[in-house]
Structures are given as C-alpha cells and as structure tokens.
Nanobody, 126 residues
Framework: QVQLEESGGGFVQAGDSLRLSCEVSGRPFSHYPMAWFRQGPGKEREFVAAIAWHGDIWYVAEPVRDRFAISRDDAKDAVYLQMNTLKSEDTARYYC???????????????????WGQGTQVTVSS
C-alpha cells in the first residue's frame, strides 16, 4: 500500500520560510514523479509544483515561482517544497501526490495523480 506523509507545516509570520517534506512508503520512490498541491480556506485545491521522476525537470506554478522550489532526495524517499518569503495568501493545507505509473511524466492537474497524502497545514500570519 502506497502511503505519503507530509510534514513541516506550521504557523509562521509573513516573510518567513518553511520547508515541507513528503515521505513515501510502500513502493520504490525513485521512478515516480511527485507533486505538491495546496488548498486554501474556501478555495479549490490548486497545483503548486511538480518534479520529474529523474529529478532533472521540475515546474513551479507561476504565482509562487519566484519564492517556492521543489526538490527530491531519492536516497531518503522524500520530496521537498522550500517556501520562502511566505505571504498570508500562502495559507493552505499542502498535499503531496504521486502517480502509479513508473517513469511517467508529471502533470499540473489533480487527475494526473493516483496517491495523495493527508496534507500539512501552513498558516501565515500577516
């Protein structure tokens, strides 16, 4: 059974940084694309960032591209989301997701992904 567990969320002040982590268990990590999504209060879940299975290609959504970065460490079966200069509008529950097909391409829509974590809450106070 594939399981994803996010961590690293919290309550921070505007301008602070956070690094979210997502660990995957239940199958080999290295051959699958990974992504981060978020859902703010009263909003639909939206794409944040994704990284290819080989780690050489990644994509970050335009609204956060100058502040967020995604990376992966296959040795630790983990994907990360570095978030800098946080703003109140970044307040959301952040989810990581992965696909069921090895060496598949990443995507920017929810339907691309088959497995999801429970999320970690990020609250940014202004």
């Amino acid at each position: 059974q594939v399981q994803l567990e996010e961590s690293g969320g919290g309550f921070v002040q505007a301008g602070d940084s956070l690094r979210l982590s997502c660990e995957v268990s239940g199958r080999p990590f290295s051959h699958y694309p990974m992504a981060w999504f978020r859902q703010g209060p009263g909003k639909e879940r939206e794409f944040v960032a994704a990284i290819a299975w080989h780690g050489d290609i990644w994509y970050v959504a335009e609204p956060v591209r100058d502040r967020f970065a995604i990376s992966r460490d296959d040795a630790k079966d983990a994907v990360y989301l570095q978030m800098n200069t946080l703003k109140s509008e970044d307040t959301a529950r952040y989810y990581c997701a992965t696909r069921s097909i090895p060496q598949s391409t990443y995507g920017t829509t929810e339907g691309t992904y088959d497995y999801w974590g429970q999320g970690t809450q990020v609250t940014v106070s202004s």
